[in-house]
């Protein structure tokens, strides 16, 4: 008998993409909304004016079935157009940046390979000139040229005129200047109609009384991710379709082997999808945070049990992490996503080597200048103690808890009917206090089957983390003089985050910088950040919700408001924002002209004090609203707060199980009274214990709701 001898070893393949953000003809007005000055002595697109004697041209079909007479005309235009064709060819090195030919040549092929991009035209020789009017016998072409060759172009027959292209601005609901001082970004891009995955990174908390209706738009700078690396360690990855159509030539260390990576477009088994999902979140051209980012890809092998399901082993994932650490860091350019995680116990022996191997290898990439971003899980657990499933009670999510990570949770990004109800966690997104940031976890893909791409809605923080890992791209590139860590980005990120509450405890939401709340039909009912940026120097405080606005701009720092409850009466629009101070920063000199500090406490005083504001029913609503609450008012002074909480944080509470909105009623989240907000005897625990009687709350919830409507589909829970 034989004996044969097998080398088992693993294998990941390596892969990058340069997502160069170059756009077509047909999509540069609408996805890069700034207008640019160009140097004459660029290379540009210009407008050849022409004399067609034949006649007219259709420009958007071929000719057929033509008389000889009919088809003089296409004859001349196709004509002239070779020849402008073959003058550029001839002439590439007349052009400064010739590259851009070779970009407008592939998505040109990529264009002619998608049915839903192909470009209406009768002529497509060629990806440099084209017709784009004809009307009776003035016919106008677009090419893109060297100034060179401009001259040239005058001189064939027909030619009447070569001039620039004129970039016109397009008319828009935002303000561009507002948004750049804002945000002190370089420039700023804009993608109209967005998913709403992407339109709520790209602003503050969107509140239906002061904007008219939501803003789908993604703004993000248009730097974009340039030049920051964004690795993924993933199952497969497929770059060759439109999604990832912008990408230059790169070449890549392997092994001691090149590889050519416009030739090597997928990587990994592609029937496991989930990299490729990942991927478009982060870097894809119209689903992903970062546009401009590297993308690069390590495809780990994927193993499958009935029980497990689809699975990742560690050795894999160790290997693949040694070898990013290994070959694959940029210090302060580089961006790491890990979309899994594990359940460990550290108490147990070899659960505790895998933990702790985890822990030395990340804390060797963090070291050498990398932020690691990883996702919290799915399993609607709390990451740093397991209350829920018995068999893993003392398991901690790995990854996620360690150190050196940036976790990221998942928020119900899916309510489009009613926006406002996005602003809380994902019922199946693990929660803890190791989780740094939340991101959507409802998200919109687009996926390559081969043949077609396919708009397809997924969920997991599996594409939280990835949607915050370019983000944090997008920051890197915008202050590239800036070397970021893990505790530095944190701090930015936090900086810029939206504030809400879990369990009655404070969380973020990741934001790029960009607050402003705009109206996509540009009608407001307010002022300030939270509307639009209007002006709210004319705006009294009864005609355009003025303290309303001052309320929502103050509670998105997750600051304290205070106003005159009694204000319409006493036509006092005064109110005062406030927010706590770390303990060293409280003795931090400053000076603002025209401060008094003892007048201003006076009329802080003035207001806390005047018609017991602490005491109010505003004062109670407001407070509960600000942490995430939902407020029942039966209009007679008593009032019931619900929180949002988790299964294993409801325990003695009055709770009950209800869907946010009249669309996601089978899609239910945990509400419990908060008795530090709450006035009715039946349901105050903790001020009126002896009064208390759960039953009986829940019917005075019910019968509040009843009127409002503000949740659905009710049901009590058992939970004491």
Request: contains cysteine.
């Amino acid at each position: 008998m034989n004996n044969y001898k097998f080398l088992f070893f693993i294998t990941f393949t390596l892969f990058l993409i340069n997502n160069t953000f170059g756009k077509s003809i047909k999509n540069t007005s609408s996805n890069d909304d700034k207008v640019s000055k160009k140097n004459s002595d660029q290379d540009q697109h210009y407008l050849i004016f022409v004399n067609n004697t034949f006649g007219e041209i259709n420009i958007f079909e071929k000719p057929k079935n033509l008389k000889r007479k009919e088809l003089e005309p296409y004859e001349f235009a196709f004509s002239l157009m070779d020849e402008i064709h073959e003058l550029i060819v001839e002439n590439i090195d007349t052009y400064k940046e010739p590259e851009k030919l070779e970009e407008m040549e592939k998505e040109s092929k990529l264009q002619k390979r998608s049915d839903e991009e192909k470009p209406l035209t009768s002529y497509d020789n060629s990806a440099f000139v084209y017709p784009i009017s004809s009307i009776g016998n003035s016919l106008v072409l677009t090419a893109f040229l060297s100034k060179s060759l401009v001259n040239k172009i005058k001189k064939f027959d027909g030619v009447e005129d070569v001039v620039p292209d004129v970039k016109a601005k397009i008319s828009s609901d935002y303000n561009e200047n507002d948004i750049l001082r804002e945000t002190n970004w370089n420039e700023l891009s804009v993608q109209p109609d967005a998913n709403l995955h992407l339109a709520l990174l790209s602003q503050g908390m969107y509140h239906k009384e002061l904007v008219d209706k939501f803003d789908y738009n993604y703004y993000y700078p248009s730097s974009a991710g340039e030049d920051i690396d964004i690795i993924i360690l993933d199952s497969s990855f497929n770059f060759d379709y439109e999604e990832f159509q912008n990408y230059s030539n790169r070449y890549v260390d392997k092994n001691d082997k090149f590889v050519e990576l416009p030739h090597a477009l997928k990587c990994g088994n592609l029937t496991y999808d989930h990299g490729q999902y990942v991927s478009d979140m982060a870097g894809g051209y119209k689903h992903g945070s970062a546009k401009k980012a590297n993308i690069y890809g390590i495809s780990l092998p994927t193993y499958e049990s009935e029980d497990e399901g689809i699975y990742f082993e560690s050795r894999d994932i160790f290997e693949g992490l040694d070898y990013i650490l290994k070959y694959m860091i940029r210090p302060h350019k580089t961006v790491i996503n890990l979309s899994f995680g594990s359940l460990l116990d550290e108490n147990k022996y070899w659960e505790r080597r895998t933990y702790t191997e985890y822990e030395n290898i990340i804390n060797e990439i963090v070291k050498k200048g990398a932020i690691v971003v990883v996702s919290v899980g799915n399993e609607g657990k709390d990451v740093n103690f397991n209350y829920v499933d018995i068999n893993n009670k003392n398991k901690k999510t790995v990854p996620c808890i360690l150190e050196n990570t940036v976790c990221v949770g998942g928020i119900d990004s899916r309510q489009r009917s009613d926006i406002e109800k996005n602003y809380i966690k994902a019922n199946e997104s693990n929660y803890g206090k190791n989780v740094d940031i939340y991101a959507p976890y409802y998200i919109t893909a687009s996926i390559f089957d081969g043949k077609y791409a396919h708009n397809i809605e997924s969920r997991g923080t599996s594409f939280a983390s990835p949607l915050t890992a370019g983000v944090i791209a997008t920051i890197m590139s915008e202050n590239s003089n800036t070397e970021y860590d893990k505790d530095s980005i944190l701090v930015h990120l936090r900086k810029d985050a939206i504030p809400f509450y879990l369990n009655d405890e404070l969380q973020y939401i990741v934001n790029n910088g960009k607050h402003i709340v705009y109206s996509s039909n540009d009608k407001y009912n307010g002022c300030g950040i939270s509307a639009g940026n209007k002006s709210c120097d004319s705006c009294q405080s009864n005609s355009c919700n003025l303290l309303k606005s001052k309320l929502y701009d103050c509670n998105s720092i997750n600051a304290e408001f205070v106003y005159d409850i009694d204000y319409n009466n006493n036509n006092n629009s005064d109110y005062a924002c406030y927010i706590q101070v770390p303990d060293d920063k409280k003795n931090y000199p400053f000076t603002i002209p025209h401060y008094n500090v003892d007048t201003c406490f006076d009329k802080i005083e003035e207001l806390v004090y005047k018609n017991d504001y602490f005491d109010s029913d505003e004062y109670y609503q407001k407070e509960c609203e600000r942490k995430s609450g939902i407020l029942f008012n039966d209009g007679k002074g008593d009032y019931i707060c619900l929180s949002y909480y988790t299964f294993d944080n409801a325990g003695g509470k009055f709770c009950l199980l209800a869907g946010p909105s009249a669309y996601s009623q089978n899609i239910k989240k945990i509400y419990c009274v908060n008795d530090l907000y709450t006035s009715i005897n039946v349901c105050n625990q903790t001020f009126n214990n002896d009064k208390s009687d759960k039953n009986e709350c829940y019917q005075k919830i019910v019968e509040m709701n009843n009127s409002s409507k503000k949740i659905f589909d009710l049901i009590q829970m058992n939970n004491n």
